[in-house]
C-alpha cells in the first residue's frame, strides 16, 4: 500500500531532551515536507526536500532540523524541545517538486507535547 | 494579508442540503488548485483538484475564477459523513519548489 508512515504517533517529553520524529514514504516521491498545525494558524511549513541530501527552510524552521539522506526518509529532529513547539506534526510527500500538479499524500500526524 | 483565506464556519447543516464554501486567494499567478478534506485529528487528505473548466466528482463541485481569485466547493446533498474540516489549497509560484499553501479550514458539522 502506498502510503506515508511517521513515528511515533504520541509523544509528550520534557523540555530540552532532544527527539527525533520519522517520516518514511514508500511510493518513491521526490519532495517530501514537514508541516505542524496549530489552532487559528492552519498548516505552516517547517522544512522540505525536493531530492536527496538538498533540503531548505520553510515558514516557521527555528528549532528544528531535517535531512534527507536517502529517498525514502526525512526525520525531523527537536536537538532542545520548548513548550512552544507542543503541536501536530505532519510529513507529507509529492511525486514530482514542480507545479504541485499531484498534491500532497500526507503521513498521520504525531501530537508532540513538550512540558 | 493571508495568502489563502477561508470562512472558518462552523457550517451547521441538515442532512440532504447543499452547502458552498469559498476561498480566496492572494497571488494572481497561482496555477494549482486543491480542495482537502481533513477529519478532527486526522491528516488532510486530496478531495479533489480545481481545474479553470470547474470539475466535478459525485457530490461534489469545485469551481475556480481566477479572475476574482477564489475557488469554490460545492457538496449536494450532505451525508453525515461529509461531517469535517475542508481545506483550500493554492501552489505557490516562483523557484523549483513544489510548496502548497493551506487555508485554515472551514469547518462542516451535517446535522441528522
Partial sequence: ?115 | RKEVEQDPGPFNVPEGATVAFNCTYSNSASQSFFWYRQDCRKEPKLLMSVYSSGNEDGRFTAQLNRASQYISLLIRDSKLSDSATYLCVVNQVGGATNKLIFGTGTLLAVQP
Avoid at chain 1, 526536500?49 to 516557521?60: A, I, L, Q, R
Fill in chain 1, 1 to 115: 500500500e502506498a502510503q506515508v508512515t511517521q513515528n511515533p504517533r504520541y509523544l509528550i517529553t520534557v523540555t530540552g531532551k532532544k527527539l527525533t520524529v520519522t517520516c518514511s514514504q514508500n511510493m518513491n516521491h521526490e519532495y517530501m515536507s514537514w508541516y505542524r498545525q496549530d489552532p487559528g494558524l492552519g498548516l505552516r511549513q517547517i522544512y522540505y526536500s525536493m531530492n536527496v541530501e538538498v533540503t531548505d527552510k520553510g515558514d516557521v524552521p527555528e528549532g528544528y532540523k531535517v535531512s534527507r539522506k536517502e529517498k525514502r526518509n526525512f526525520p525531523l529532529i527537536l536537538e532542545s524541545p520548548s513548550p512552544n513547539q507542543t503541536s501536530l506534526y505532519f510529513c507529507a510527500s509529492s511525486l514530482t517538486r514542480r507545479t504541485g500538479t499531484y498534491g500532497y499524500t500526507f503521513g498521520s500526524g504525531t501530537r508532540l507535547t513538550v512540558v
